[in-house]
Structures are given as structure tokens and as C-alpha cells.
């Protein structure tokens, strides 16, 4: 079955230490996301990708770097310099906009 | 810029009452996408529901309905005779299909908590 799947699941970090999230999509979709939840509040964008070797900031970029090196991979790195990772990670995928999003399971990511 | 608002933090009913979530949107594009999301407690989004902005009927998909107006910029989400498995986050979302090119993802509004009891 065609998905996208996130890899860990949970994770934990160190102060100090940079991350990488796995996402990895089967749907032949050509845009992947990556979006942050908080307690309380909604999704927010993190990067975006609309083809290979290329991607956008989104409305929260600042510490975290994104690479789409393949159509079916968008990782993403939670650096040292994001002061708050603590979170709730989603990445997305979609064949074109407003025709269907697709999300993953998520990776919880807490700081040590 | 684009902004989805969801003013109702929390929602607790009793199990068979129905239910109406509120969510109000702004946009400057002519053409946009609307999206209800379902958060159960596992964390997974769960898609329910994609209208575009042309289209303003009225939609019922078992015990779920939604209203779109587009005079209002309202989608509004409504649960028949609720059930305990509705609990949940549910989340409205915007996708602008001019701005950005039309692959910019998804605005979200915070979200409501629907608590079902028993």
C-alpha cells in the first residue's frame, strides 16, 4: 500500500545535538512537507518541497534544514539552533495542491 | 496572507447529541481548497473531507456534514448523534491554489478537542 512513512517514531535529543527525521513517501507525489505541532495549537510549516533539489521555508524554518536529494525522500534535520524542538513532527506529501494531502504518523521529538 | 480560525478550543457532549464545529477562513485567492482533518489520540491525521472554492454545496457523509459559505467564509463540520469514537482533534485547513505557485501546504487552524461522553 502506497504511504509515507516516519522514522523513529520517538526520539530523543540531547541540548546541544542536531536530529534528522526520516520521511519517506511511495506515492509517486511530486510536493513534500514538513510541519510542527505544539500542544494546543494547529500544524505550522516548517520547509516544503515542490520537486527534487529544490525547497522553501515555510512560516517556522529558523533551526531546522531540509534536503530532497530524491523525489521519494525529504528529511529533516532539527539543528542546535532551534531553541524549543520539542514537538510533534508531521511531514505531508501531495500529487498537486488542494488535491489531497497526505500525512504521516509522526515523530514526537523531545530534548533531554 | 492566509488564516484558518477555529474559535472553539474544546467541545464536551454527551454521546448521541450532535455537534458543530466552527471554522472561519481568510484568503485574497479566488481558488482554494478547504480540508476538515481528524487527530485521534495516536497522533495520525486522518482526512475527511476536500472542497474546493467553487463548489458550495452542502456535503453528508454518514453522521458527518459540512456547510460552506462562501459569504461567511465559513466550512463548518457537524456530527449527527455523536459516538464516543469521535473523540478527537479536529483540525480545518486552507490550501491556496494561486499564491506560491499552488504547492505551499496546508494553513491549519489550532484546532477543537471533541470530547464524546458516554
Same mark, same amino acid.
Given at each position: 500500500?502506497?504511504?509515507? @512513512? ?6 530523543? $535529543?540531547?541540548? /546541544? +545535538? ?25 500544524? $505550522?510549516?516548517?520547509?516544503?518541497? +515542490? ?6 521555508? /515555510? ?8 534536503? $530532497? ?9 532539527? @539543528?542546535?539552533? +532551534?531553541?524549543?524542538? @520539542? ?7 501531495? $500529487? ?13 521529538? @523531545?530534548?533531554? | &496572507?492566509?488564516?484558518?480560525?477555529? &474559535?472553539? %478550543?474544546?467541545? =464536551? ?13 481568510? %484568503?485574497?485567492?479566488? %481558488? ?17 473531507? #476536500? #472542497?474546493? =472554492? ?8 454518514? #453522521? ?13 463540520? !457537524?456530527? %449527527? ?6 473523540? &478527537?482533534?479536529?483540525?480545518? &485547513? ?12 496546508? !494553513? ?11
Amino acid at each position: 500500500d502506497g504511504g509515507i @512513512t516516519q522514522s523513529p517514531k520517538y526520539l530523543f $535529543r540531547k541540548e /546541544g +545535538q542536531n536530529v534528522t527525521l526520516s520521511c519517506e513517501q511511495n506515492l509517486n507525489h511530486d510536493a513534500m512537507y514538513w510541519y510542527r505541532q505544539d500542544p494546543g495549537q494547529g500544524l $505550522r510549516l516548517i520547509y516544503y518541497s +515542490q520537486i527534487v533539489n529544490d525547497f522553501q521555508k /515555510g512560516d517556522i524554518a529558523e533551526g531546522y534544514s531540509v534536503s $530532497r536529494e530524491k523525489k521519494e525522500s525529504f528529511p529533516l534535520t532539527v @539543528t542546535s539552533a +532551534q531553541k524549543n524542538p @520539542t514537538a510533534f513532527y508531521l511531514c505531508a506529501s501531495s $500529487r498537486f495542491a488542494g488535491y489531497g494531502y497526505t500525512f504521516g504518523s509522526g515523530t514526537r521529538l @523531545t530534548v533531554v | &496572507a492566509q488564516k484558518v480560525t477555529q &474559535a472553539q %478550543t474544546e467541545i =464536551s457532549v454527551v454521546e448521541k447529541e450532535d455537534v458543530t464545529l466552527d471554522c472561519v477562513y481568510e %484568503t485574497r485567492d479566488t %481558488t482554494y481548497y478547504l480540508f476538515w482533518y481528524k487527530q485521534p489520540p495516536s497522533g495520525e491525521l486522518v482526512f475527511l473531507i #476536500r #472542497r474546493n =472554492s467553487f463548489d458550495e454545496q452542502n456535503e453528508i457523509s454518514g #453522521r458527518y456534514s459540512w456547510n460552506f459559505q462562501k459569504s461567511t467564509s465559513s466550512f463548518n463540520f !457537524t456530527i %449527527t448523534a455523536s459516538q464516543v469514537v469521535d473523540s &478527537a482533534v479536529y483540525f480545518c &485547513a486552507l490550501s491556496e491554489a494561486m499564491t506560491g505557485g499552488g504547492a505551499d501546504g496546508l !494553513t491549519f487552524g489550532k484546532g477543537t478537542h471533541l470530547i464524546i461522553q458516554p
